[in-house]
């Protein structure tokens, strides 16, 4: 069975930093692509990162760029995002999600699996 | 603003088939495959329909995915109350590098 398990959501002051994390279990995770969701309270869905199982593609949205950073470590089945300058409309639930295994990086297989999230609450 | 656009809410009555529609562009639905996650309330999203109109394994054949151009949509028969849910459509964009997704629809059964 699949299992992602996101830690390190907290209230943090803008301005600030935080590091999510996300490890993935019952799957080959140096096999698939990973990224990074977010949800705002009481809004949809946003994409916020995505990174190949080799960490050589990497791509940001616009709202992060310059300001977040993906990585992996596949030898820990693990997922970081490093999240720097925070603002309060950053305060979401990530998600982390496995993309299916239909393809690289570049052909863009959709996101098969999501973790329950972790909260991040920007605020003074 | 959502990159794709969807309507905020659709109902129906138990036993009716509802459609959700998903608009796009070119550099988004236009050129790529299609993706459909039901959230349901306080939950992650979960995969409901990929490339257009594939479901994975488990999911009811009540779903449909459609694509025409730069439009898709989800349709769902035999409406179910355990059907009440958040839906999104999904797919990449080629101009902004990224996955798009649209605003959701709320669906409610009467």
């Known amino acids: 069975e699949v299992q992602l398990v996101e830690s390190g959501g907290n209230l943090v002051q803008p301005g600030r930093s935080l590091r999510l994390s996300c490890v993935g279990s019952g799957f080959i995770f140096d096999d698939y692509v990973m990224h990074w969701v977010r949800q705002a309270p009481g809004k949809g869905l946003e994409w916020v990162s995505g990174i190949s199982w080799d960490s050589n593609s990497i791509d940001y949205a616009d709202s992060v760029r310059g300001r977040f950073t993906i990585s992996r470590d596949n030898a820990k089945n693990s997922l970081y995002l490093q999240m720097d300058s925070l603002r309060p409309d950053d305060t979401a639930v990530y998600y982390c999600?496995?993309?299916?295994?239909?393809?690289?990086?570049?052909?863009?297989?959709?996101?098969?699996?999501w973790g329950q999230g972790t909260l991040v609450t920007v605020s003074s | 603003q959502s990159v794709l656009t969807q309507p905020p809410s659709e109902s129906g009555t138990p036993g009716q088939r509802v459609t959700i529609s998903c608009s796009g562009s070119?550099?988004?639905?236009?050129?790529?495959?299609v993706t459909w996650y039901q959230q349901l309330p306080g939950s992650a999203p979960t995969l409901l329909i990929y490339?257009?109109?594939e479901r994975p394994s488990g999911v009811p054949d009540r779903f449909s995915g459609s694509k025409s151009g730069t439009s898709a949509s989800l349709a769902i028969s035999g409406l179910q109350s355990e059907d009440e849910s958040d839906y999104y459509c999904?797919?990449?964009?080629?101009?902004?590098?990224?996955?798009?997704f649209g605003g959701g629809t709320k669906l409610s059964v009467l």
């Open positions: 490339a257009n109109d």
């Open positions: 070119g550099s988004n639905i236009g050129s790529n495959p």
């Open positions: 999600a496995k993309a299916d295994g239909s393809g690289s990086y570049h052909t863009h297989p959709p996101i098969e699996y």
């Open positions: 999904a797919t990449w964009d080629a101009s902004l590098k990224g996955w798009v």
